[in-house]
């Protein structure tokens, strides 16, 4: 009966935690033999039919075997071997001609491979890179038989510690032989030319002159000679290159290739660059403490995981945001959008088998998984729209369903209270002084609120009065009417006899500007001369300050000061519009004479 019961329990713990959960699970395969990372996963629509499926970039076990995989529900549906271990796998619309089938890249090595309805379409190369003269010139010697291996081994090595152009494969696989190889191996290469060829790093999509979800997408390829390039969709031809002080490993692009778009890079110096249009350097640098593994753009923050256990939200001019830790090494991340909610948020996958939701600090929810997590997509796959697929370190696939009826809520992902709420806190033991405090308020509080109440009476009529006596004396720089809206703001120079008196006016509307004003000045001619009493102001353009330069000379030689008052009127019109007092110094020079 006991036995009974306790199963009974655990049954029903289960039921209820799935019930809870807003995950439905939907496949696991500890064993379907997938090795491969995030950037490899792709979900789209081959076939144009509505029916989406999974494309992996395989490495294979051990990274020895890699091949092409397309996957229609749990079941593979085709398999193809890669010439090199893919990089990267992305899908994108070529033209706008029906029937608009999206075609389905992968970087592999130094290529792209394109594919159209799961049959290679096209092959794009990289450019080869210009040789390394000096090592071109010692395989010449060999090729001519006046070196021998040995000696061409030595000058390669030399070369290749010093010399800023990097070897070639050849030469590379040539440093790597044993002494009894080495023979065999330059009588075999010596006649071909030396080729260098960098390999893809990265590579993501930007859509080149519309941003609805079936537009024309351009290929961003990010190399190992630390290079950018943009891809034309049709020709296949470099449409912008970009340089980057280190070799990029994560890509984030946002806008539109003819338009306006920015371009933000992961290097492996630990720093992030940000590249807009039109420059060939980064604008934006990120410095990073850690080095990063993986780069995600949630609206218009990017988020960053670094191998410090640690997520980062950024904005594009490099101003961190916020800083969440992690209890466990990040190995992956990907996005999560949901676009009936409009919900955009950043999945973490850890090594102690989570997948863990954020949006911005908040954690949304945790997705436990029975190994540690090596890759994550989220979208439509079949006819499910939202849709997580997860792959583990085994080699294992797990397919989950987002129910329809999950609403996100932050902090959702922590049942129950946060630990620190269990936490003791280590509180001061009570002083004599503190219980006199406390009864002294107790008793007389009555007291202590009405002295408050009436400094603060005391200090609001303070304030009002010497706003009444600004507006009296016309100190306030701002027109009080309505009319013009002008601003006014006078700057005094010198230590005299001569005293440099500098207006600036500004015409504070937004898209109107004024004409026909006029700037007098009010003194006392026994005290002071000026070079003109009144003059035309020009034309004022909305929002910019217009300096208006004028001098004053004391006439007084015991340092006597006055006010100078300065009128802004309208031609034809008495009243003015703007007037403020100006409080002249004494002269200094005058004094001392």
Excluded at 98 to 119: D, F, H, I, M
Excluded at 155 to 182: D, N, Y
Excluded at 397 to 411: D, P, Q, S
Excluded at 425 to 447: H, I, S
Aim: with cysteine; glycine share 6%.
């Amino acid at each position: 009966m006991a036995a009974a019961s306790s199963s009974d329990s655990d049954s029903g713990r289960a039921e209820s935690s799935e019930a809870s959960s807003k995950w439905l699970d939907a496949h696991y395969d500890p064993m379907a033999n997938i090795h491969t990372f995030s950037a490899c996963l792709e979900l789209a629509d081959l076939h144009g039919d509505g029916e989406y499926k999974l494309v992996v970039g395989d490495l294979g076990p051990g990274g020895q075997q890699p091949r092409l995989k397309v996957l229609k529900g749990p079941t593979v549906l085709s398999e193809s071997p890669l010439p090199a271990l893919p990089a990267a796998a992305a899908t994108f619309l070529m033209e706008q001609h029906e029937p608009r089938t999206p075609a389905l890249a992968l970087a592999s090595g130094p290529c792209v491979y394109v594919y159209k309805n799961l049959r290679p379409y096209f092959k794009f190369s990289l450019p080869q890179l210009p040789p390394n003269p000096l090592e071109q010139d010692l395989w010449h010697q060999a090729k001519e038989d006046r070196i021998d291996p040995l000696t061409l081994k030595e000058m390669l090595e030399g070369i290749r510690e010093k010399a800023e152009v990097p070897l070639s494969a050849q030469s590379l696989r040539f440093l790597q032989l044993e002494p009894s190889e080495m023979e065999a191996f330059v009588n075999q290469h010596k006649s071909k030319s030396i080729r260098r060829q960098t390999v893809i790093t990265t590579m993501t999509t930007l859509k080149k002159n519309l941003a609805d979800e079936d537009a024309v997408s351009c290929l961003v390829l990010g190399t190992e000679n630390k290079e950018l390039l943009v891809l034309d969709p049709e020709a296949f031809t470099v449409l912008a290159k970009m340089s980057l002080p280190s070799v990029p490993v994560f890509l984030e692009v946002s806008g539109q290739f003819d338009v306006e778009f920015r371009l933000a890079a992961a290097c492996r110096n630990g720093n992030i660059y940000i590249l807009r249009r039109d420059s060939k350097r980064p604008r934006y640098c990120i410095e990073l403490s850690a080095q990063p593994v993986g780069l995600v753009r949630v609206h218009k923050v990017l988020v960053v995981g670094s191998n410090r256990d640690s997520l980062h939200g950024f904005t594009h001019k490099g101003k961190r945001l916020w800083t969440v830790q992690m209890p466990a090494a990040i190995l992956t991340m990907n996005l999560l959008e949901q676009r009936s909610r409009g919900l955009q948020a950043v999945m973490a996958g850890l090594a102690n088998g989570e997948v863990r939701i954020h949006r911005d600090k908040a954690l949304l929810s945790v997705v436990r998984t029975p190994d540690a997590v090596t890759s994550l997509c989220f979208g439509r796959y079949g006819r499910e729209d939202h849709t997580l697929i997860v792959t583990t370190r085994g080699g294992g696939l797990i397919i989950k369903i987002l129910k329809r009826t999950a609403v996100f809520v932050e902090g959702g992902g922590e049942a129950g209270p946060p630990p620190a709420q269990a936490m003791k806190l280590n509180m001061p033991r009570k002083t004599r002084l503190y219980v006199d405090q406390t009864l002294r308020e107790r008793e007389a509080g009555t007291a202590m609120h009405r002295a408050f109440q009436a400094d603060l009476y005391l200090l609001r009529l303070r304030a009002a009065r010497a706003y009444a006596q600004a507006l009296e004396s016309s100190l306030s720089p701002v027109s009080a009417t309505a009319r013009e809206p002008l601003k006014l703001h006078a700057v005094v120079q010198g230590l005299g006899p001569t005293f440099k008196l500098t207006l600036h006016l500004q015409n504070t509307s937004t898209a109107r500007p004024i004409l026909g004003l006029l700037v007098c000045f009010l003194y006392n001619e026994g005290l002071y001369a000026l070079p003109r009493a009144f003059f035309k102001v020009p034309l004022l353009v909305p929002g910019l300050s217009y300096p208006l330069e004028t001098f004053v000379e004391s006439l007084r030689d015991k340092g006597v000061s006055d006010i100078i008052k300065v009128l802004v009127l309208r031609e034809g019109q008495s009243a003015p519009l703007l007037s403020a007092h100006i409080n002249m110094p004494a002269s200094e020079g005058l004094a001392a004479a």
